[in-house]
């Protein structure tokens, strides 16, 4: 589970900012919790704020985190840009590296404490060229261990991390752009218990990208190709009213190695297209004129059904698994074609004890002020980030207001301005009554 995510000096953020799944001591909302050990953890975060103010930066520098450690230490990597992008609006900031850092608790596979899981916290520093530091520290008692510290080249190995011992001594220096982490996952794999578990952790932080008018239906798809999933994920659907009888996919994956070099080159992005977009067919009754079931009719997904089906169901798939392994899912812009009783509904999915039993976590973007509310959110579970003037973005919960009240409208309130991170529109009128 994330317990905390920092980042500083990338794309927007030119100073750090912290998003906190830790629950305050507020009574608000107890289901939003839950606890291990002695911890109290959200179940979900909401980000608001004006369009371009770097909500989705946010989001994306979480998902940049978790895509650099799998991929850092792939041969293909070596010798290439790291694909970073830090705060360009400042001289000072222009030559400094950006920084990443995620603290979570993971399940004790290798027995190594008493309650049965382990805190770490992992970060690392980098530029286009190379990775400047990394940190990895572990909670087995009460007091914060260190596992590793890495000052560019220089690595520093703590007693209790063995495998990271063996991993250096056989190694010796890494590739300048190379996590160590991820060098020790590529050379050690299942042996390395304790980077296993890091690791566990991100595998299981999952990122969204909704891209509007590209809603990949493919997860969902190739879930309901398992008969485990299959029926609850239609059940699914259908309790979320959208009236049909089945699905039918249909694998349009295309024999790319029976096409010459010239046509894979030609129909490559059509092939790609074809594999992520699966033909998926909604099969409703036709009925007689006396109304009895005389048969059935399909109607393709891409084709035929509106662009919120479409998005509904291509996120479902990604949902469900959430809530049945227990991940951190990541989505920009849920809310985006969607009904708000279907939004409601996915967010009540996560901040309810009875359909969460695994205690999967949501973290979101939106403008939809419907769940700013002290119904369905806490303050501690509301985010907002706003530029200032110099286009830098800050993050604050509403937690941070210490005048906001338990039974203050907190929609309204953020609408009128009391909680800043809204657009200050100018006079539009005068600009088209000028002369």
């Not at 190379?178 to 296993?196: H, M, R």
């Not at 694998?251 to 998926?280: A, C, G, P, R, T």
């Not at 812009?333 to 967010?347: N, S």
Request: aromatic share 12%; proline share 1%.
């Amino acid at each position: 589970m994330l317990l905390e995510f920092q980042v500083e000096n990338y794309l927007s953020f030119k100073e750090r900012a912290k998003l906190s799944m830790m629950a305050s001591a507020i009574k608000d909302l107890p289901e939003a919790v839950f606890t291990i050990d002695k911890y109290s953890i959200l179940r979900s975060a909401a980000v608001f704020g004006a369009n371009a103010s770097g909500k989705s930066n946010l989001l994306k520098a979480m998902g940049f985190m978790t895509e650099f450690i799998s991929k850092s230490a792939k041969e293909s990597t070596f010798g290439k840009d790291i694909e970073v992008s830090n705060f360009k609006l400042c001289e000072e900031t222009l030559d400094k590296p950006s920084t990443f850092e995620m603290t979570f608790l993971v399940k004790d596979t290798a027995g190594l404490t008493k309650s049965g899981n382990i805190i770490f916290r992992y970060g690392f520093q980098l530029d286009r060229t190379k990775v400047w530091a990394e940190w990895l520290f572990a909670r087995f008692t009460a007091q914060e261990s260190t596992l590793f510290t890495r000052i560019e080249d220089e690595i520093k190995i703590g007693e209790k991390f063995i495998e990271g011992k063996k991993v250096h001594n056989a190694v010796g220096n890494i590739n300048k752009s190379t996590l160590f982490l991820s060098q020790i996952v590529n050379i050690k794999g299942e042996n390395a218990p304790i980077t296993k578990m890091v690791m566990s952790f991100f595998l299981h932080l999952t990122d969204i990208t909704i891209i509007t008018g590209e809603t990949p239906t493919f997860f969902t798809a190739s879930l309901l190709n398992l008969d485990i999933y299959k029926e609850k994920i239609v059940k699914f659907i259908q309790l979320a009213d959208i009236k049909f009888e089945d699905i039918v996919i249909e694998d349009q994956h295309k024999n790319f190695k029976s096409l010459n070099e010239e046509e894979n080159m030609d129909k490559f992005d059509k092939i790609v297209n074809d594999i992520l977009h699966q033909k998926v067919t909604l099969l409703r009754n036709k009925y007689d004129n006396d109304h009895k079931v005389v048969g059935q009719v399909g109607f393709d997904l891409e084709k035929e059904e509106s662009e919120g089906t479409k998005k509904f169901f291509s996120i479902i798939g990604v949902i469900w698994k959430a809530l049945d392994d227990g991940e951190t899912l990541i989505i920009d812009e849920i809310d985006t074609k969607l009904h708000p009783h279907l939004f409601l509904l996915i967010i009540s999915l996560f901040n309810s004890a009875s359909t969460n039993k695994n205690n999967a976590q949501l973290i979101f973007a939106t403008h939809n002020t419907l769940i700013m509310d002290k119904r369905y959110f806490r303050r501690d579970q509301i985010y907002l980030v706003e530029k200032d003037k110099y286009g830098a973005s800050e993050l604050y919960s509403l937690l941070d207001y210490a005048k906001v009240r338990n039974d203050a409208s907190y929609s309204k309130d953020y609408l009128m301005g009391k909680y800043g991170a809204v657009p200050y529109l100018g006079n539009f009128e005068a600009l088209f009554n000028e002369v």
